[in-house]
């Protein structure tokens, strides 16, 4: 390759990254919309194909018929949640003395055992400001999840259009040969179809469980919590805990400690450990994904990708050692296998 060949590659290579750059800055905002298009084409590209070669369906219409599908499978059920939602935070009382009080009544009785004061003016001060942001920030994300459902709508349906191409395209620029690229696309498949039903499935399960714990010790709206705790279930280390143990604290609280005991007992024993039973089962049954992998996945990826990071998380972090066994094996190994001089 000549020298002027060889600029014009490495400039072709220099605008490309810098011009993608500047797209994927302007696109970030709507990152969840897209990835969960691409985690939705990869759960139903076999029906796709089934509709196009077996039913002899106009590509147009099987991807209509499939949108379709996704709309009332996925999106009318995460709409009635967060419309559920919306309307049990409108029944939440503003007024910040109405949460201040217990922590007030908390703080009074850790002085009187312990004479340290936990909760000063500045202390107090800080949190009573921060619950109007804590609203804002809600609404935000609500507003920016009804707009990355809709770029996962209209990005879906042009993606079953075009499915075939685009992922001829994608293997044909790939740096890998055939058989990488093979294991490549098995562990994206692999992965993004274990995590987007396991995940969900997880969710319910774990709600469902910590619903019957909040029933038999009278915790206060257990629906709402039910909804918490399901969501609760996708955040590492901690998982439902940063729902049941609060409630457990409130009942303390009001002085219901036969209750505050009982949902603390029954989350740490009941529901903490049918999650771990219910991930292994999930695991082995789908992926046989290593628990580290999964959760510093969903910790590197909540940052990155936001809700979607409980499946592109543990992906990325499985592609990277994926990568990096290839590198062993196509040259270290090679490498390590050369004649001696």
Same mark, same amino acid.
């Given at each position: 390759?000549?020298?002027?060949?060889?600029?014009?590659? %490495?400039?072709?290579?220099?605008?490309?990254?810098?011009?993608?750059?500047?797209?994927?800055?302007?696109?970030?905002?709507?990152?969840?919309?897209?990835?969960?298009?691409?985690?939705? %084409?990869?759960?139903?590209?076999?029906?796709?194909?089934?509709?196009?070669?077996?039913?002899?369906?106009?590509?147009?219409?099987?991807?209509?018929?499939?949108?379709?599908?996704?709309?009332?499978?996925?999106?009318?059920?995460?709409?009635?949640?967060?419309?559920?939602?919306?309307?049990?935070?409108? &029944?939440?009382? /503003?007024?910040?003395?109405?949460?201040?009080?217990?922590?007030?009544?908390?703080?009074?009785?850790?002085?009187?055992?312990?004479?340290?004061?936990?909760?000063?003016?500045?202390?107090?001060?800080?949190?009573?400001?921060?619950?109007?942001?804590?609203?804002?920030?809600?609404?935000?994300?609500?507003?920016?999840?009804?707009?990355?459902?809709?770029?996962?709508?209209?990005?879906? %349906?042009?993606?079953?259009?075009?499915?075939?191409?685009?992922?001829? %395209?994608?293997? &044909?620029?790939?740096?890998?040969?055939?058989?990488?690229?093979?294991?490549?696309?098995?562990?994206?498949?692999?992965?993004?179809?274990?995590?987007?039903?396991?995940?969900?499935?997880?969710?319910?399960?774990?709600?469902?469980?910590?619903?019957?714990?909040?029933?038999?010790?009278?915790?206060?709206?257990?629906?709402?919590?039910?909804?918490?705790?399901?969501?609760?279930?996708?955040?590492?280390?901690?998982?439902?805990?940063?729902?049941?143990?609060?409630?457990?604290?409130?009942?303390?609280?009001?002085?219901?400690?036969?209750?505050?005991?009982?949902?603390?007992?029954?989350?740490?024993?009941?529901?903490?450990?049918?999650?771990?039973?219910?991930?292994?089962?999930?695991?082995?049954?789908?992926? &046989?994904?290593?628990?580290?992998?999964?959760?510093?996945?969903?910790?590197?990826?909540?940052?990155?990708?936001?809700?979607?990071?409980?499946?592109?998380?543990?992906?990325?972090?499985?592609?990277?050692?994926?990568?990096?066994?290839?590198?062993?094996?196509?040259?270290? &190994? /090679?490498?390590?296998?050369?004649?001696?001089?």
């Amino acid at each position: 390759m000549s020298t002027k060949e060889q600029y014009w590659k %490495y400039s072709l290579i220099v605008i490309i990254l810098f011009m993608g750059i500047i797209i994927f800055r302007q696109i970030s905002p709507f990152l969840g919309g897209l990835l969960g298009a691409l985690t939705i %084409y990869i759960l139903v590209r076999g029906q796709m194909r089934y509709l196009v070669e077996k039913r002899k369906l106009k590509r147009s219409l099987s991807a209509l018929l499939i949108t379709a599908e996704t709309i009332f499978v996925f999106l009318i059920p995460l709409g009635l949640t967060v419309w559920m939602i919306v309307n049990k935070l409108q &029944d939440i009382n /503003l007024d910040p003395q109405t949460y201040i009080a217990p922590i007030q009544q908390v703080a009074e009785f850790i002085k009187e055992k312990t004479g340290y004061d936990v909760l000063g003016k500045d202390t107090l001060t800080f949190i009573v400001s921060m619950l109007p942001r804590i609203g804002q920030i809600i609404m935000e994300s609500i507003s920016s999840l009804a707009i990355n459902l809709f770029v996962m709508i209209f990005v879906l %349906y042009f993606m079953l259009i075009g499915g075939q191409k685009m992922e001829a %395209y994608v293997n &044909d620029i790939l740096p890998f040969n055939e058989s990488n690229t093979q294991e490549v696309t098995n562990e994206i498949n692999m992965i993004v179809r274990s995590n987007a039903i396991g995940i969900p499935l997880l969710a319910i399960i774990q709600g469902g469980v910590a619903m019957i714990g909040y029933f038999l010790f009278s915790a206060p709206n257990i629906l709402m919590l039910g909804f918490l705790t399901c969501f609760a279930t996708i955040i590492p280390m901690v998982g439902t805990a940063l729902v049941w143990l609060p409630v457990a604290a409130y009942l303390a609280i009001s002085g219901d400690w036969f209750n505050a005991i009982g949902i603390a007992a029954y989350g740490a024993i009941v529901v903490s450990q049918s999650d771990n039973l219910i991930r292994f089962i999930l695991q082995k049954k789908m992926a &046989d994904t290593h628990p580290l992998i999964t959760i510093f996945g969903v910790v590197i990826g909540l940052p990155i990708f936001g809700f979607m990071g409980v499946i592109f998380g543990p992906l990325l972090l499985s592609l990277f050692f994926l990568f990096v066994n290839m590198f062993k094996k196509e040259y270290l &190994d /090679l490498r390590n296998n050369l004649p001696s001089r």
